[in-house]
């Protein structure tokens, strides 16, 4: 069964920084391109992060370059996201979610996902 | 960016009727390589988002045949043939065409 789960989330003071982690089973992470995907308590969803598989190519969104970076180790099958500098806005449950591999580029798998607050 | 628009935002439907869900993009989402990647998702309350539909009509593995996906260019819809009391929930469009990706506002459905 595929699954994956996040942990690290949890309060955080502005500025501050968190390191989430999202741990596949199920599958084997390298051979999977994976995201970021966040959600502020009552609102939508919104995009933060990508990265290809052998994490030569990774993107971001404005709201996040250059505070948050996203990595993998598929060697442990691990996902990660370090969050740097960060701001009530970052506020949100953030899904670890994996893209399918038969290039439809849809998220066919999502963690139940980890809650961070940012506040003081 | 692209933005995705969802119309209604809210959606109070009959069990066994249908529903619709309209999606509209700022830019087509036909993507170089000929392909088209529009998705729906559906997220229940309390739950992560959960793959409905991929490249606008394809449905994912075990999802039900009374949801059906179309359209083309920046015009797409969702379609729900007769609503049951488990497809409550919000419902969003994605576009992965382009980075960066982006979602619908999402359209919330609700049974009357």
């Known amino acids: 069964e595929v699954q994956l789960v996040e942990s690290g989330g949890g309060l955080v003071q502005p500025g501050g920084s968190l390191r989430l982690s999202c741990a596949a089973s199920?599958?084997?992470?390298?051979?999977?391109?994976m995201n970021w995907v966040r959600q502020a308590p009552g609102k939508g969803l919104e995009w933060v992060s990508y990265?290809?598989?052998?994490?030569?190519?990774?993107y971001y969104a404005d709201s996040v370059k250059g505070r948050f970076t996203i990595s993998r180790d598929n060697a442990k099958n691990s996902l990660n996201l370090q969050m740097n500098s960060l701001r009530a806005e970052d506020t949100a449950v953030y899904y670890c979610?994996?893209?399918?591999?038969?290039?439809?580029?849809?998220?066919?798998?999502w963690g139940q996902g980890t809650m961070v607050t940012v506040s003081s | 960016d692209i933005v995705m628009t969802q119309t209604p935002l809210s959606s109070l439907v009959t069990l066994g009727q249908p529903a619709s869900i309209s999606c509209r993009s700022s830019?087509?989402?036909?993507?170089?390589?000929?392909?088209?990647?529009l998705s729906w998702l559906q997220q229940r309350p309390g739950q992560p988002p959960r793959l409905l539909i991929y490249k606008i009509s394809n449905r994912f593995s075990g999802v039900p045949d009374r949801f059906s996906g179309s359209g083309a260019g920046t015009d797409f819809t969702l379609k729900i043939s007769r609503v049951e009391a488990e497809d409550v929930g919000v419902y969003y469009c994605?576009?992965?065409?382009?980075?960066?990706?982006?979602f619908g506002q999402g359209t919330r459905l609700e049974i009357k």
């Open positions: 990265i290809s598989r052998s994490g030569s190519v990774i």
């Open positions: 830019h087509s989402l036909v993507h170089s390589d000929g392909n088209t990647y």
């Open positions: 979610a994996r893209r399918s591999d038969d290039n439809s580029r849809s998220v066919d798998a």
């Open positions: 199920g599958f084997t992470l390298s051979n999977y391109e």
């Open positions: 994605t576009q992965a065409t382009q980075f960066p990706h982006t």
